[in-house]
Structure formats: C-alpha cells, structure tokens
C-alpha cells in the first residue's frame, strides 16, 4: 500500500459530461502529480501541484483543472468528456517539490470510461 | 523534451531464469526511477539511482544507472511468477516533469 488513496476506483460517464476524480496523498507529502495511463499514449503527466500551489504543468488539455486544497488533498476536474479521455489516471505524491530528490508514490488509479 | 525508450518492449522467460531490461534516453540522465506496475494497478516504487555508475539491489532485482551512455538496466535475477508485470523507468526532466518510458510487459512462465 503506497498509502495514496484515489477514489472513485471506476467511473463511467457520457460524453459531454463532467467528473471529479479526488486524490488524498501519503501523509507528509506537499507534492501532488497527476498522471494519464492509456494504452496508445503510455503515461502522461498532466500537472503538478505543491503545498497548493501550481509547480508544473504537462500534456493536460484546457477542458481539464486541477487544484490542491489546504488539507493537501487534490481534485482532477474533467470536462466535456470526450471518447479519448477514456484512461487510467493517476495520483502519486512526493515529499519534495522536486521530482529530483524524492521518488512519487502512485495511487492505484481511477478507471475512466466515457461512452 | 527529453525521451525514455525502454527494451524489450515485452519479454517471456522461464521461471529461475536471469533478465534484463534497458531504459535509455535522449537526453542526459539527472536521475532514474524504477517502478513496477501490475496490469490495471498502481505503480510500485522500486529504486532510485542518482548518480553516474550507482548500482541499487532489492531482493533480486539489481538496477544500475549509466550516464555517460545515458542508460539505465534492471536485471532480475533467477525470476519468479510474483516478477511478472510492467515495468517502468521514470526520469526527471525540465520543468520538474517525471518522464516515463513506454514499458516492458515481463511474462514469467512456471
């Protein structure tokens, strides 16, 4: 157990819709990354937030936000969802704001399905 | 933007046997995680190397980081059924983004 916890596990929706995807780090981690598994484009990363602030940005499209609230847990907010989005996205954490010096700790993911 | 292209793509051994897997990038190596993923599961951490020429072993898994080859090998050694999976090599890159590598699928067959 990492002991980054993602929920929901799974989670099918229509295109056009809006989901969350929630995020809870391993305790003492500041850093939050989010990550996008599909089997065509391997794994993404999208953002990076550290002690709630934005640190890093990646492949993340404008119809998805992210944010990382005071307690450290963070949300993945995807909209207009559309058939391509469906994937594995990932949750991992980190003590340090830099992906140099500590390793990330993945959570077991959440399991998009857009029909 | 810096690339990880990770050999075999997907590999079959024999239980008991010895295998290797590459991760080399495009550009020079700062660093190089390991991680290991059961299919549809989470990553699992399994080393860091940070320095040129540094060699980590955990159980029977050996990883050693090349940085004048800017290359990385993961080697298992006497393999077992709990080795299967996908692994994964990670390194930092600019703007503090963690790269990955496309995977090598491992099968070991009893």
């Known amino acids: 157990d990492s002991g980054v916890t993602q929920t929901p596990k799974h989670l099918i929706t229509a295109t056009g819709q809006r989901v969350t995807l929630r995020c809870s780090p391993r305790?003492?981690?500041?850093?939050v990354y989010w990550y996008q598994q599909s089997l065509d484009q391997g794994l993404q990363f999208l953002i990076q937030?550290?002690?709630?602030?934005?640190?890093a940005k990646g492949n993340i499209l404008e119809r998805f936000s992210a944010q990382q609230f005071p307690d450290l847990h963070s949300e993945l907010n995807l909209s207009s969802l559309e058939l391509g989005d469906s994937a594995l996205y990932f949750c991992?954490?980190?003590?340090?704001?830099?992906?140099?010096?500590?390793?990330?700790?993945f959570g077991n993911g959440t399991r998009l399905t857009v029909t | 933007s810096q690339e990880l292209e990770q050999s075999p793509q997907s590999l079959i051994v024999q239980e008991g046997k010895n295998l290797t897997i590459n991760c080399t990038s495009s550009?020079?190596?700062?660093?190089l995680y390991w991680y290991k993923q059961k299919y549809g599961e989470g990553l699992i951490f399994l080393m860091m190397?940070?320095?040129?020429?540094e060699e980590k072993s955990h159980e029977k898994i050996t990883a050693k980081l090349d940085e004048k080859k800017q290359q990385s090998s993961l080697h298992i050694t006497a393999s077992q059924p709990s080795h299967a999976g996908i692994y994964l090599c990670?390194?930092?890159?600019?703007?503090?983004?963690?790269?990955f590598g496309g995977g090598t699928r491992v099968l070991v067959k009893p």
């Open positions: 990670g390194a930092p890159a600019a703007g503090n983004k963690l790269t």
């Open positions: 550009k020079t190596l700062y660093g």
């Open positions: 190397l940070q320095k040129g020429g």
């Open positions: 937030y550290y002690n709630g602030e934005e640190r």
């Open positions: 305790s003492g981690d500041l850093s």
């Open positions: 991992a954490s980190s003590a340090d704001r830099s992906s140099y010096n500590s390793p990330l700790h």
